[in-house]
């Protein structure tokens, strides 16, 4: 059911884990691409009046505002007055994560990629359509917000060379808040099969900067449904520890209610830190979780789900 373990100390094993990513990287930033150009027609970013330097647009000026205002060559084309209005420049800071651990890297053969590379496909994707609409990104404690076209390449790049650049080369489940700063956005991508007190532990750090999170659970469906009979041995890709079931199928609803608990303590606590929770399944259109989060992030949607499940 899961991928091969990572050995703690095994730096072969680590390289090995580093060199997958970099080659995987390359394609999944294509994919990326092309998803984005899919869903980016339906991409505002947050254009308003307000205090900028681009001009956004004319309009008539109103009765009691101060004639200093008016753009009197404008005015001069008609007999109306106009004030000459700049666009607010509203660009914020997104940090964006994936969580890149050895359970990340598990695909069934219900779906047609891996969660980690699912992960990666909707940060870049994210990445560009923010980055497109003039919104700076970030990988929170690997790099400084960018605020270019070319961000989502070079969030790519520090994610190929990210084990290498951690401490004994070990990624983790979640960023550091370091640097998170208030009125920022956090984006998380991650399976989030650990305790949920972990994930208590690093929403309270964030959300004690003053950022808002969302937070986008990603599961394969065989994860979620079970469907195993028989005797099989499962393995944790994180400890390589073994677990051998006689008959699988017998443990199928305790263990579908158990996940079901532990989707509604995710869900409740993003509630509670008032942020957003999706959950997203790798079988699925990876566009969905995206529309989600387009949303959120311009402030025209609630806290959702999308991918199905419970």
């Known amino acids: 059911m899961t991928a091969p373990p990572l050995e703690t100390g095994s730096v072969p094993l680590v390289l090995g884990e580093a060199r997958g990513l970099a080659e995987a990287l390359p394609d999944l930033l294509v994919a990326a691409s092309h998803i ?7 991409w505002h970013g947050r254009r308003r009046s ?3 330097e681009s001009f956004w647009q004319f309009r008539p000026f109103t009765m ?22 700049q666009e607010w420049e509203a660009a914020h800071t997104v940090w964006l994560w994936a969580d890149l651990t050895p ?9 047609p990629v891996t969660k980690r590379d699912r992960a990666i ?4 994707a994210l990445a560009d359509m923010l980055a497109a609409s003039g919104e700076r990104v970030g990988l929170p404690g690997i790099t400084r917000p960018l605020a270019d076209r070319r961000a989502a390449e070079r969030l790519a790049s520090a994610l190929a060379h990210l084990p290498a650049a951690r401490d004994q080369g070990a990624p983790r489940s979640y960023p550091e808040a370091s640097g998170i700063r208030r009125f920022s956005d956090v984006v998380l991508f991650a399976d989030l099969l650990d305790p949920v007190d972990d ?9 004690g900067t003053g950022a808002r999170g969302h937070i986008v659970q990603i599961l394969d469906p065989v994860e979620e449904t079970f ?4 005797r099989v041995e499962f393995r944790d890709p994180e400890t390589g520890e073994t677990l051998t079931a006689g008959r699988a199928e017998a ?12 989707k509604a303590q995710i869900r409740d606590l993003a509630r509670r830190a008032g942020w957003t929770y999706t959950l997203h399944h790798t079988d699925q259109a990876p566009t969905a979780p995206l529309l989600v989060l387009h949303a959120a992030l311009s402030g025209t949607g609630q806290a959702m789900s999308a991918g199905g499940g419970t």
Do not use: C, N
């Open 36 to 42: 984005s150009a899919s869903v980016t027609s339906g």
């Open 50 to 52: 307000g205090p900028g």
């Open 64 to 85: 009691g505002e101060p004639a200093l205002r008016i753009d009197w060559r404008r005015s001069a084309r008609d007999d109306h007055l106009y004030v000459r209005e």
């Open 103 to 111: 359970s990340m890297a598990f695909s069934s053969r219900l779906a």
């Open 121 to 124: 496909v909707l940060l870049l």
């Open 199 to 207: 994930l208590h532990d690093w929403v309270t750090k964030i959300a």
């Open 227 to 230: 469907p195993f009979g028989g």
């Open 251 to 262: 443990w199928r609803e305790a263990y579908q209610e158990r996940l079901a608990r532990h």
